[in-house]
């Protein structure tokens, strides 16, 4: 079973990723097994990734204390993790978003309002590879 | 004057100086309408009927009075009746007793020594009193029209100076309730207001849009077609919407 760790400051981002992604009807779970963790935080995020080394990170930009660059670097600093496929989902939508996402480490990068058939497809594609 | 006859009235007591002054008419076929009165009483008595004379021609020694009586008197009456007094041309036998300047002075137009050719000269200065009469008359009138226009451009800046004070005082009340929206005027936005504005607006459409569509794509269940179709309109309307902020975004970025 795949493990997807979404993290967001936000209530709101984590019950739409829940459905794009545990649904059965329409989301990832339709195609693939996998499940979702939930982090509302950098750090917690870290602690989360660290002891459960998901497949995928779906991972907010604009937190407070701790943004989306900063946990994206210590992932990748962390020789156990570097490797994790991070997805960048974010409010922030200007064109540099998205190369300052992947500068900083970011494999892809999907701005909100995100297209949900478009990422669904993009989840499983990568999980399954 | 136009083509009506002068008003006369002649102050002669003597019947020879009458006479001549009838002949004088009849002769030069001057347009003259003449009155004759033979003393200053009667000259008292014609001015309370009629008064509309052109001209008073008077000799200056009468039965009951004198050239200066007949002045006072006419000065009076102008005093009290607020008649304007034709012009008075004084005629006399010698100039031993009457003092010219003085005559003038108390309101004579002219003075004529009765003279053998005195009378070839009294037509041209009638005519030249009457007209200077005329001028006078609507110097007069131009001058109490000028008086009346004076006062009603006072009242007219008396009033419009209110106004202007009113008008004044309106437009200082909406300048201040304009204040504010100048401000807002001269803000000028920077581009960090602009993404955070385009952020908040992005925000509800980061719900609206997936939930929308997952309803759509039937996550979460069969949809009727009347579901589907109303459905269908609310997402491509947020799309729309959608659309228009990132344009807006892309102005930003050029600016």
Redesign the interface.
């Known amino acids: 079973m795949k493990k997807i760790l979404v993290v967001d400051d936000q209530e709101s981002g984590h019950v739409i990723l829940r459905d794009v992604i545990e649904n059965t009807l329409g989301g990832v779970c339709k195609y693939i097994s996998c499940e979702m963790m939930s982090a509302y935080s950098g750090r917690e995020a870290l602690e989360k990734i660290e002891s459960n080394k998901p497949d995928m990170v779906m991972l907010d930009i604009n937190m407070p204390q701790m943004d989306g660059f900063e946990v994206t670097r210590h992932i990748r600093q962390n020789e156990d993790t570097k490797d994790i496929y991070i997805v960048a989902v974010t409010a922030q939508a200007m064109s540099d978003d998205r190369n300052r996402c992947l500068r900083a480490g970011c494999n892809e990068y999907f701005s909100k309002p995100f297209d949900v058939l478009r990422l669904v497809h993009f989840i499983v594609d990568k999980l399954r590879g | 004057m136009g083509t009506q006859n002068y008003q006369l009235l002649v102050v002669e007591d003597q019947k020879r100086g009458q006479e001549d002054f009838k002949e004088l008419v009849q002769k030069q076929k001057l347009s003259y309408d003449f009155t004759i009165a033979g003393s200053v009483q009667e000259l008292k008595s014609i001015l309370q009927q009629k008064k509309d004379f052109d001209l008073i021609l008077t000799d200056d020694q009468l039965v009951d009075g004198n050239a200066y009586d007949i002045l006072s008197l006419l000065s009076d009456l102008e005093d009290n009746t607020k008649i304007q007094i034709p012009p008075i041309i004084v005629l006399s036998k010698d100039d031993h007793d009457i003092n010219v300047p003085d005559i003038i002075k108390k309101g004579a137009y002219a003075y004529f020594l009765k003279d053998h050719e005195f009378l070839s000269f009294l037509p041209v200065t009638i005519k030249n009193a009457i007209d200077h009469f005329e001028t006078l008359k609507r110097w007069k009138k131009t001058e109490s029209l000028i008086d009346n226009l004076y006062h009603q451009l006072n009242d007219y800046i008396e009033k419009g100076t209110g106004e202007i004070e009113a008008i004044h005082k309106n437009l200082e009340q909406n300048h201040q309730k304009l204040k504010p929206m100048d401000r807002l005027k001269k803000t000028t936005f920077s581009k960090t207001d602009l993404?955070n504005l385009?952020?908040k607006f992005?925000?509800p459409?980061?719900?609206?849009?997936?939930?929308i569509?997952?309803l759509k794509?039937?996550?979460?269940?069969t949809l009727n077609g009347v579901q589907m179709e109303r459905i269908d309109h609310i997402f491509h309307q947020g799309k729309e919407l959608?659309s228009m902020i990132?344009q807006f975004?892309c102005k930003t970025?050029d600016k």
Do not use: A, Y
Not at chain 2, 205 to 211: A, E, K, S, Y
């Open positions: 993404d385009s952020h992005r925000t459409l980061n719900v609206i849009l997936p939930n569509q997952m794509d039937q996550f979460f269940g959608l990132e975004d970025n």
